[in-house]
Each structure stands twice: as C-alpha cells, then as structure tokens.
C-alpha cells in the first residue's frame, strides 16, 4: 500500500505550479519581450483562477461535500482555461490564407465594446493569436498551456473528490 499525500499538501502544491505557470508567463512577457494576444491573456486568468480555487481549498481543508464542490469548480475552470488554449492552437494551425486579421488589443475591446461583442471578437481570434514565438520540445505555449490546465484539473477533481487518508492498493 502506498499512502497518498494530504489532501490540503496537494491542493498547495498544485497552487504552487499554477504560481509557477504565471511565473513563467511573466518571465516570456517581460524577460523574453513576448507580448501576450488576448487569447494567452484569457488562458492567464484561467490559470489565476484555478490557482485561487487550490489555495482556498488548501486553506479550507473541506470534508466531502465541499471537496466535490471544489472538484466541480476546479474541473470546470480548467477545462474552461484548455478550451481556449486548444481554440489559439486551432489558429495557430490555421493554413497561412484563413488566418485572421491583426485586431485591437484586448483592453480596447473590453472598454469600448459590449462584453459578448468583445468576448466574439477575442474568440475570433487575430493574426498575432495564430503566430508561434516561442516553443519547447516542439510545443508552442498554447499547447503546455493545455498540458498543464488538463493535468491540474484531473488531479485537482481526483485529489478533491476522493475520501480523505486514501489509500492506493498495489
């Protein structure tokens, strides 16, 4: 038998990875010039948001119902989070001639445009969501992005919905 970690040590560690995931999003931003599209912006927040959701359920230490609550809320952010990130590696694999055009930034769009105009205009997508800038192992961000949010948000409704002090039989 193989004793499985604390409930609340796991939800903290996955906090700290969506921490590092932000980390790195800054460091490509800032150290590396890779201004983000409002695509990675819209992944970002999910990321942030998931992060919260482990924090608080680390901190809260739920019994049952509120784990599978937490489970909910954090399969649910992360797919919502994979899906955009799958729809900009959808543009990013777009033949050179269906590729959108450049549109505004996605701070114009939020300030002078109704939230579903500008939501429709994000999820349309722009010429600078479809280029790949950076890639490791061949994957561009978008596609790590989806790696990362799937990983997480399994572990995260497994690690949340299981019975406390689990055991795994061998």
Known sequence: ?????????????????CAAMMGFALYAQYVMLLDPCPLCILQRVAVILLGILFLLAGLH???QLGGRIYSALLGLVALAGAGVAAWHLRLQNLPPDEVPSCGPGLEYMVENFPLKDALGMIFKGSGECAEVVWRLLGLSMPAWVVIGLIGLGVAGVWNNFRARGALLQE
């Open 61 to 63: 230490n739920p019994g």
């Open 1 to 17: 038998m193989i004793n499985i970690p604390d409930k609340r040590l796991l939800n903290f560690a996955a906090a700290l990875i």
